[in-house]
Structure formats: structure tokens, C-alpha cells
């Protein structure tokens, strides 16, 4: 069956402008997480969705990132006036109810010039 | 989650048997050990998880050791796919079965093998 995917594979863009990074899940997965990975590091938990609510958003790094699941299934992280500091891979996961196992997408690597 | 501690790189030989440990002194009794590795340039992947007895599955083996203060994961006869950052998780486990928040990573166990 099909994975977790995210669009777009890559994305460039310049210090000060916004951004939308966007998660698809597995089809029926009700948790959604979002990952930040630097260069040499593990991935670096951000956010987590059950349903539409975000249950944990902890570890938003500034009120730069906001994330949203309006309807349950897709999620979007988005970057305000984007900092070079904010280039990474952005990992996105989900699981099954009751279940605690992650399935991970391949990421968005994003660069900011 | 607790912490866990791993060393930063490890180096086998293809076809032989990868013995990969994990220490968690501070371990409660209510959190699973899991396992994760993450292949070049993909997200990370599940391996394998375990609260106290041994477990095996089609990827690997989980040695717990008998005081869950420690645990091995090992790859029976390893191949040049398995080469990975290899990472030793505690979770708690909820009440439901399922874990909530999200993965604490380190920096997890550079896996090379050689041909």
C-alpha cells in the first residue's frame, strides 16, 4: 500500500519568505507527526496531530512554525519569514489508532539562502 | 522518554552477525524499548520493540537484558542494505496500546558494513 509521502522533495528559497511543507499519511492513520533533522543529527520531534488537534506542539521551536490537519488526513507546517537556521530535512510520520509504531515519509529538505 | 546511550559508529563485515547495543540505566517499568534505523538520504523506519522478553521478526532480534537496564539488537547475517544509523528509543506505553508525543532521538549507531 501506499506510504507516508510529502511534497515538495526539495525547496529553496530566500531568508524572510514563507513556506508550506505538506504530509500525506497512510490512509486511516489517526497520529501525525512532524520531525526536524539537521545535518549529523536525529530527527528533532516538532508537533504531533491525533485527529485534527494538535495533542503536542512542544516542540515548535517559535511562533514562526505553525502546523495544521484541518480535516484529519493531510497536514501542512508552515514557516514564517524563514531563517537560515530553519534549513533541514523535514520528516513527517503517522500511525495507526492504538498502535505505536511511526511510519516515516522521505522528508522535504529545505535550504534557505 | 528516557535516555538512552549508544555508541556513535560500529563497523562489520557483510554476511556476518551485527551486535548493536543500547544502554538505559534510567529505564521505568512501564516503557518499551524500541528500535529504529534510518538508511541514507530516507526516514527512518521501524525495527523492532520489546518490554522485557526477547523478541525476534523477519528484520532482526531484541536482547533485553534481564535488568532492562540494557539491550542488543542484532542483525543475524548482514547485508550491505542494513548499513544505517541505527537508533535505541524508550517509550512509555499508554493505557490504549498506543504511544503518544513524538520519538526522542539521539544520535543513534553508524552502521557500515564491508563487502
Request: aromatic content about 8%; some cysteine.
Given at each position: 500500500?501506499?506510504?507516508?509521502?510529502?511534497?515538495?522533495?526539495?525547496?529553496?528559497?530566500?531568508?524572510?519568505?514563507?513556506?508550506?511543507?505538506?504530509?500525506?499519511?497512510?490512509?486511516?492513520?489517526?497520529?501525525?507527526?512532524?520531525?526536524?533533522?539537521?545535518?549529523?543529527?536525529?530527527?528533532?520531534?516538532?508537533?504531533?496531530?491525533?485527529?485534527?488537534?494538535?495533542?503536542?506542539?512542544?516542540?515548535?521551536?517559535?511562533?514562526?512554525?505553525?502546523?495544521?490537519?484541518?480535516?484529519?488526513?493531510?497536514?501542512?507546517?508552515?514557516?514564517?519569514?524563514?531563517?537560515?537556521?530553519?534549513?533541514?530535512?523535514?520528516?513527517?510520520?503517522?500511525?495507526?489508532?492504538?498502535?505505536?509504531?511511526?511510519?516515516?515519509?522521505?522528508?522535504?529538505?529545505?535550504?534557505?539562502? | 522518554?528516557?535516555?538512552?546511550?549508544?555508541?556513535?559508529?560500529?563497523?562489520?563485515?557483510?554476511?556476518?552477525?551485527?551486535?548493536?547495543?543500547?544502554?538505559?540505566?534510567?529505564?521505568?517499568?512501564?516503557?518499551?524499548?524500541?528500535?529504529?534505523?534510518?538508511?541514507?538520504?530516507?526516514?527512518?523506519?521501524?525495527?523492532?520493540?520489546g518490554?522485557?522478553?526477547?523478541?525476534?521478526?523477519?528484520?532482526?532480534?531484541?536482547?533485553i537484558a534481564?535488568?532492562?537496564?540494557?539491550s542488543?539488537?542484532?542483525?543475524?547475517?548482514?547485508?550491505?542494505?542494513?548499513?544505517?544509523?541505527?537508533?535505541?528509543?524508550?517509550?512509555?506505553?499508554?493505557?490504549?496500546?498506543?504511544?503518544?508525543?513524538?520519538?526522542?532521538?539521539?544520535?543513534?549507531?553508524?552502521?557500515?558494513?564491508?563487502?
Amino acid at each position: 500500500g501506499a506510504g507516508v509521502s510529502q511534497t515538495p522533495s526539495n525547496k529553496v528559497t530566500e531568508k524572510g519568505k514563507y513556506v508550506e511543507l505538506r504530509c500525506d499519511p497512510i490512509s486511516g492513520h489517526t497520529a501525525l507527526y512532524w520531525y526536524r533533522q539537521s545535518l549529523g543529527q536525529g530527527p528533532e520531534f516538532l508537533i504531533y496531530f491525533q485527529g485534527t488537534g494538535a495533542a503536542d506542539d512542544s516542540g515548535l521551536p517559535n511562533d514562526r512554525f505553525f502546523a495544521v490537519r484541518p480535516e484529519g488526513s493531510v497536514s501542512t507546517l508552515k514557516i514564517q519569514r524563514t531563517e537560515r537556521g530553519d534549513s533541514a530535512v523535514y520528516l513527517c510520520a503517522s500511525s495507526a489508532p492504538s498502535v505505536d509504531t511511526q511510519y516515516f515519509g522521505p522528508g522535504t529538505r529545505l535550504t534557505v539562502l | 522518554d528516557a535516555k538512552t546511550t549508544q555508541p556513535n559508529s560500529m563497523e562489520s563485515n557483510e554476511e556476518e552477525p551485527v551486535h548493536l547495543p543500547c544502554n538505559h540505566s534510567t529505564i521505568s517499568g512501564t516503557d518499551y524499548i524500541h528500535w529504529y534505523r534510518q538508511l541514507p538520504s530516507q526516514g527512518p523506519e521501524y525495527v523492532i520493540h520489546g518490554l522485557t522478553s526477547n523478541v525476534n521478526n523477519r528484520m532482526a532480534s531484541l536482547a533485553i537484558a534481564e535488568d532492562r537496564k540494557s539491550s542488543t539488537l542484532i542483525l543475524h547475517r548482514a547485508t550491505l542494505r542494513d548499513a544505517a544509523v541505527y537508533y535505541c528509543i524508550l517509550r512509555e506505553i499508554m493505557y490504549s496500546g498506543g504511544g503518544a508525543d513524538g520519538l526522542t532521538f539521539g544520535k543513534g549507531t553508524h552502521l557500515i558494513i564491508q563487502p
